[in-house]
């Protein structure tokens, strides 16, 4: 039986995930050698076959063959579940941030800020664009992770598994910058409509009221007019949020937990999701703020331009006007995405996302199969 082509040998690179059923000493590069060479052998167990296309990932429930449309529609799912969901739950808080940013003058402080937007507005002041949130969010987590999961596959297809390992970090980088810079193109209407319903009160309740009201003042396209600087807060958050969560995971399990991934319980993974989300989540914050107070300025104020945002706000506001409550909310923000996001994979038959990759299996070893 001949060997698979060499194309289809960088397919999985070692270090995307980790598989409980691989050994320690073996490579997901190894893999179809391994499976090919025990097919032909005469002795010991019988012929494995090796007429499957890719490598099919044990699970708890069922098996989904890795890289399959079946597994990006999975990593589709969880996406949209985990911004969807965590972005809506924050909605207070979110409202909150957009009025500090947009007018500091009034509410001053994190507690300041609920306790007038409670006095004016009411309980209900605080839930104010939740719909839009919800709406824009779930598009764009579906984006986001579906194709970071595809980008992170192509570009490593394109380096070829020497490459792909050894600037594994490059890949996480240029995976997640590409998948969010479509994610955030189906994002945008949806921020815009938010933001200027969350800050501008007596402007729409919601969505079904704000769309048309804002589309018939700005028209079609005032929906993008804050694209570009989205773009700058989303894609450098993205690339944070990603490549240092992948980083910050291996280095737990290589050195912070003695036990190796494969024989930790689900639940455990999954603290260690929240755990590297959190911290990559603090450093997003970082990043993105700049951008983040950009975007809210010029989607408040109709005809503001990126100059007016920076004479009314200075450098030292552009870049601190709101940061620590943002730093709260994108850290929790960001490990609870992982953990759903995770925990969907878990519960449809995947791995959790990160961890220490297999070392390469030496060829004496391979011999000896």
């Known amino acids: 039986m001949s060997l698979p082509n060499e194309s289809r040998k960088s397919l999985i690179p070692s270090f995307l995930y980790s598989s409980p059923s691989l050994s320690k000493k073996t490579s997901l590069f190894d893999l179809e050698t391994l499976t090919t060479r025990r097919a032909t052998n005469p002795h010991g167990q019988p012929p494995i076959s090796s007429s499957s296309k890719s490598f099919v990932v044990p699970a708890p429930r069922e098996k989904i063959e890795m890289y399959s449309p079946a597994f990006y529609a ?19 808080l979110d409202v909150v941030k957009c009025n500090m940013q947009i007018d500091p003058a009034k509410y001053k402080s994190i507690s300041s800020g609920f306790g007038i937007l409670l006095k ?15 709406l824009g969010y779930s598009a764009q987590g579906a984006c986001k992770y579906g194709l970071y999961e595809f980008f992170k596959k192509y570009y490593s297809d394109i380096a070829g598994p020497e490459y792909a390992t050894k600037y594994k970090t490059l890949i996480y980088l240029a995976g997640s910058a590409s998948a969010e ?3 955030d193109v189906a994002l945008c209407p949806m921020e815009a409509l938010k933001v200027r319903v969350q800050t501008q009160p007596g402007f729409a309740r919601g969505l079904s009221d704000g769309l048309p009201k804002f589309i018939k003042t700005e028209g079609a396209l005032g929906l993008y007019k804050g694209l570009v600087p989205l773009w700058g807060r989303q894609i450098p958050y993205t690339m944070m949020k990603f490549a240092s969560f992948e980083t910050i995971v291996e280095m737990l399990y290589k050195h912070a937990i003695p036990t190796p991934k494969d024989q930790c319980s689900k639940s455990f993974q999954l603290g260690v ?6 911290v990559a989540g603090v450093f997003c914050a970082f990043v993105s703020h700049p951008a983040d107070n950009l975007v809210s300025f010029l989607n408040n104020a109709k005809g503001a331009t990126v100059g007016d945002a920076v004479k009314n706000l200075g450098l030292w ?32 038959g995947l791995p959790t996302t990160g961890g220490v990759s297999p070392a390469p299996v030496a060829a004496t070893e391979l011999a000896k199969v």
């Open 74 to 92: 999975a990593c589709t799912a969880g996406g949209t579940l985990s911004c969807g969901l965590t972005h809506t739950a924050l909605t207070p």
């Open 120 to 134: 004016e507005q009411g309980v209900r002041g605080f839930f104010k664009g939740w719909v839009p949130t919800f």
């Open 181 to 183: 810079l479509i994610a």
């Open 273 to 278: 999701s929240f755990a590297g989300g959190y």
């Open 317 to 348: 506001g552009l870049f601190t006007r709101g940061l620590p409550l943002r730093i709260v909310m994108i850290g929790t923000l960001t490990g609870a995405q992982w953990v759903i996001y995770d925990g969907f994979k878990v519960f449809v």
